[in-house]
């Protein structure tokens, strides 16, 4: 289990380095002088130079990425050129509007998708099952983009439950009124994650179902609930876990979205912010901050699979 | 493969199976798959000569016809600056059809060959790109594509190569796990005891074989390629204005959800159809062609 752990923290922090070469990398896409395409062209030469020597820009390539990496690695991600913030307080306001809208729609998937596939699987080919998996395997097709687009018209302009773009409060200015906003893109975020969790988890009971250790149970005359829930379920958290870990990529995207429909300040309204106002720095920061939560994310996944079925660490 | 080699083991001609298929099993391809198989033709048909079916030009303004649901002379209405709605939906296609297939098409020519060469030759070269494989799948690609967009810029050639460059890695993995499960049959072995060429394995042994697993897998992957190209128009990183596409469209359409909610309604609509047909078409053949999903 050490010998495996081990290994795999080898692989993450090898991950991580070629993460950060790709984003370091960035600012060297950009077309012609990366100091006029980031200040602009009418920008004066002492703040050039500043940049000049923030980004190491006249050292060797290697070296920059020496330097770059060692302000990373003390938490200094830069300071934006457009707004004068540093990239990390950008980071501290944006990331707990994500985390809230992560939390709130996964409690909602998972509320949703464990009991739809335990009554689908129940009787699969039954009727409740035919509408359950041709809904959604229709709602593959519906990219958050639209689906946020078609809830904003429907909750937030035609019948008023919820409110529409750019009424965002703090949580901790007005937590009912803070709820009451994030709703309606938590439930877009849901939407596509339920998909993700049902179908896993339909085709896993399923297949658990016919395994003889339920026909056991079935013998022993115990409750078909009881069955479901002590029996069935359990060996299927591992699905559930490589559902999650599928469903990151897609969370990230949903999130993006929402936010810049709905104007929420979170890292994906801050990232495509800071490419409109072209501020390389902060798009920067973002996409390795980004990139790095969702490689460990993976990394804990991966782990915990470890953890629920030891037999992984054995192979 | 496991169901063969049991086979053999017990004496049985594993041929057999192969050859007859199964009784109880008769895969049809019913009316619904024939109707989303049409409607991809028709949509692929219509914006490749949209030139030649008359329409309006899809950016020319109409100042008099601003915010127009459907009417007579404009079947799905009008957008804020009078452009006809159903001209840029149709002219939108183009874009959404070249990065689809565009992508989708460079990841299964590098992808694709580099998973079959791998898992036919294994050893060092299967283990270096396994793993360069697994560290590129372990980045978000909408973020990636989206950092690599906004430095390098967003014409359409541009974001073709960067998204089929971000699917390569999962092409690779579904084609180098279906060549592995024929890599090690016998009609390889013989082939290869006949003195058969690399090459020729690969192509004539091994590529007839996995053809249709990737088949399939190449329709669902265009459709995901499009979900994050729309994505990225939705953001307004993709093609620039005014060139239409479904995703810059329902991103115009969002200062008007209340005023004119058709706006937002046809290019999304358009675009549910055209996902929804490829994966139909994409599973209907897999369970068609009986790929397991177990190998995948």
């Known amino acids: 289990m050490a010998k495996f752990l081990a290994k795999r923290l080898v692989a993450l922090v090898g991950i991580l380095f070629v993460v950060s070469i790709g984003t370091f990398l960035l600012i060297h896409l950009l077309p012609g002088d990366p100091t006029v395409t980031i200040l602009g062209p009418s920008d004066n030469a002492h703040n050039r130079a500043v940049l000049m020597q923030q980004l190491g820009l006249d050292k060797p390539i290697f070296e920059q990425y020496g330097i770059w990496i060692a302000n990373v690695l003390q938490g200094n991600l830069g300071q934006s050129f457009v707004t004068h913030q540093t990239v990390m307080s950008t980071l501290r306001h944006s990331v707990p509007i994500d985390l809230e809208l992560v939390v709130i729609s ?102 658990t179902l016919q395994e003889e250790f339920i026909v056991m149970a079935r013998s022993k005359g115990l409750s078909d609930r009881y069955i479901m829930w002590r029996h069935a379920l359990r060996p299927s958290s591992l699905s559930l876990l490589a559902a999650a870990g599928l469903n990151i990529g897609g969370l990230v995207a949903g999130a993006f979205v929402v936010e810049y429909l709905l104007q929420l300040p979170g ?49 | 493969m496991t169901d063969v080699l049991e086979h053999t083991f017990h004496g049985e001609d594993p041929l057999e199976e192969l050859v007859a298929p199964k009784a109880h099993r008769k895969p049809k391809l019913n009316w619904v798959f024939w109707v989303f198989l049409s409607w991809i033709g028709i949509v692929i048909v219509t914006s490749v000569f949209a030139g030649l079916l008359g329409l309006d030009d899809p950016t020319n303004q109409n100042f008099e016809a601003i915010n127009q649901g459907p009417t007579a002379s404009h079947i799905l209405g009008t957008d804020d600056l009078g452009r006809d709605i159903l001209s840029r939906i149709i002219y939108g296609a183009r874009v959404s059809l070249v990065v689809g297939f565009g992508a989708m098409i460079f990841a299964m020519a590098i992808g694709g060959t580099l998973g079959m060469v791998a898992a036919y030759r294994r050893g060092p070269v299967d283990n270096l790109v396994s793993a360069a494989s697994y560290v590129m799948l372990a980045f978000p690609a909408l973020v990636a594509v989206i950092a690599i967009v906004s430095f390098w810029g967003h014409e359409i050639w541009k974001i073709t190569l960067i998204i089929g460059i971000a699917s390569t890695p999962l092409v690779y993995r579904v084609v180098r796990a279906s060549t592995l499960s024929y890599a090690t049959r016998d009609f390889v072995t013989a082939a290869k005891a006949q003195g058969a060429k690399d090459s020729r394995i690969l192509v004539r042994e091994l590529l007839p074989n996995i053809l249709p697993a990737v088949i399939s ?56 159809l055209f996902l929804i047909s490829l994966n139909i078409v994409g599973d209907t053949l897999r369970s068609f062609l009986d790929v397991q999903e177990g190998k995948l």
């Open chain 1, 106 to 207: 996964q409690v909602i998937a998972l509320g949703a998708a464990i009991p739809l596939a335990i009554a689908s699987a129940k009787r699969p080919n039954g009727l409740l099952d035919k509408i359950t998996t041709t809904t959604s395997f229709a709602m593959l097709a519906l990219p958050p983009f639209i689906i946020i687009v078609v809830m904003v018209m429907f909750f937030a302009i035609d019948i008023h439950v919820f409110p529409g773009p750019g009424s965002y409060v703090p949580l901790m200015e007005d937590p009912v009124s803070n709820l009451h906003t994030m709703i309606l893109p938590s439930l877009v975020l849901a939407a596509g994650s339920v998909v993700v969790y049902f179908r896993l988890l339909r085709g896993d009971l399923i297949s």
């Open chain 2, 217 to 272: 897998f190449f329709l669902i992957g265009v459709a995901s390629v499009i979900i994050l190209e729309g994505a990225l128009a939705f953001l307004g990183l993709s093609v620039d204005a005014p060139t239409p596409s479904w995703g810059n469209m329902i991103n115009e359409s969002r200062t008007y959800l209340s005023d004119n909610p058709w706006l937002a309604l046809f290019p999304s609509l358009a675009m549910f």
């Open chain 1, 267 to 315: 890292l994906g309204y801050a990232l495509v912010n800071s490419i409109q106002q072209v501020d390389y720095l902060s798009v920067q920061g973002i996409t390795l901050f980004v990139a790095v939560v969702v490689v460990c994310l993976n990394f804990v996944i991966d782990f915990l699979f470890t953890i629920v079925d030891p037999r992984i660490a054995r192979d």
